[in-house]
């Protein structure tokens, strides 16, 4: 019984070194612009650029956080899209224009995550 339970814990420990490899891709790049009132696709790509950069700057593997999709919208026209981990979408987040208030209060937000 005693190497059943070994091998168990063997396994979890794999499963989570395999989850931090990994981590699931929980939203899109879309998703997130329209939460913070962005209409305009174009305006995603320069906060996207510099997330990535900082993943690369950190020695994070940037295939593992984002994951370009396509997707067909309304109309039947096919778009290219971003599927984020949480540290991609925190990435994104924090690079977008802190001028427009949603996205200050996001900052703020993340900010304030792990204090209270």
Known sequence: ???????????IATERIS????????????????????????????????????CASLQI???YNFHKIYCFKDG??????????ELATYLLMINCNPLNPLVA???LIFMMKDRV
Not at 25 to 36: H, K, N, R, V
Not at 76 to 85: V, Y
């Open 76 to 85: 039947g026209e096919m778009e290219t899209d971003w599927q984020l981990s």
């Open 1 to 11: 019984m005693l190497k059943l339970f070994d091998y168990l814990e063997e396994v």
């Open 19 to 54: 989850q931090l490899k990994n981590p699931p891709l929980l939203y899109t790049a879309s998703e997130i612009m329209q939460e913070l009132g962005y209409d305009n696709p174009a305006m995603i790509q320069e906060p996207l650029d510099r997330a990535m950069h900082a």
């Open 61 to 63: 593997p940037v295939s």
């Open 105 to 107: 209060k996001a900052q």
